[in-house]
């Protein structure tokens, strides 16, 4: 894991849209934002709202740097509804709880009430992104994990014409399931026929489904 400043420009990994980083912490810059006034209630209710799905969990395992004690793999991405877009480790809310950590007030701020932002560049983004047969397959795998924030139909058809695509769906399968499941949960997708997806997508929905 790499330890970067925050907000610093996301370049650890390629992502199909531009983001800055929070909580990358480590001995080199420290705790950042100790000196901050802490998270009231509503904010920290707020980021572990937004911290529920992780994406790139090809990271790899990584010790927390100032305890040992904890261990965390992939990211979340936070999608703020001024248009920015921050990365954090999924440790972010550990160095928060055990460390003290203060995530910058514009992330502490931001984060939106409801979970779901309005239809934007961003989703028509990751749409083309996840629909593009000849693009890159971990490009195709975030569009599919980032596409399920908009509780928005355009998202739900472009997954599940994702779900129909072989090729992806061998690599990106499960995370294409996670992502539909998220429309059963909210009551969408009622006539998505399970048994004819995917082996891999099928397994994302159950387990997503905790079936
Ligand atoms: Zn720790």
Redo the contacts with the bound molecule.
């Keep these: 894991m790499e330890y970067l400043v925050d907000r610093s420009p996301y370049d650890y990994l390629g992502f199909p849209l531009p983001m800055r980083t929070v909580g990358w912490l480590g001995r080199r810059h420290g705790v950042q934002g100790a000196s901050a006034t802490p998270m009231t209630g509503a904010q920290l209710k707020r980021l572990r709202a937004a911290s529920q799905r992780l994406g790139s969990i090809t990271l790899g395992w990584h010790d ?1 740097d ?5 261990k965390g793999n992939g990211e979340y991405r936070y999608y703020l509804p001024d248009r920015d877009i921050y990365a954090a480790p999924m440790m972010i809310l ?2 928060v709880e ?2 003290g950590y203060r995530p910058p007030r514009e992330l502490r701020d931001g984060l939106p009430e409801a979970e779901q932002p309005p239809w934007d560049w961003r989703a028509e983004r990751l749409h083309a992104v996840l629909l593009d047969q000849s693009g890159d397959p971990d490009f195709r795998c975030q569009a599919a994990v980032d596409l399920a924030n908009w509780n928005d139909p355009r998202a739900l058809d472009a997954l599940r014409r994702a779900a129909h695509d072989e090729e992806l769906a061998d690599v990106a399968g499960d995370e294409i399931g996670r992502s539909l499941a998220a429309f059963l949960d909210r009551g969408l997708a009622r006539d998505l026929l399970t048994e004819d997806l995917h082996v891999m997508v099928r397994y994302g929905i159950d387990e997503a489904s905790g079936r």
């Design positions: 927390c100032f305890c040992g004690d904890f550990h160095y055990e460390h």
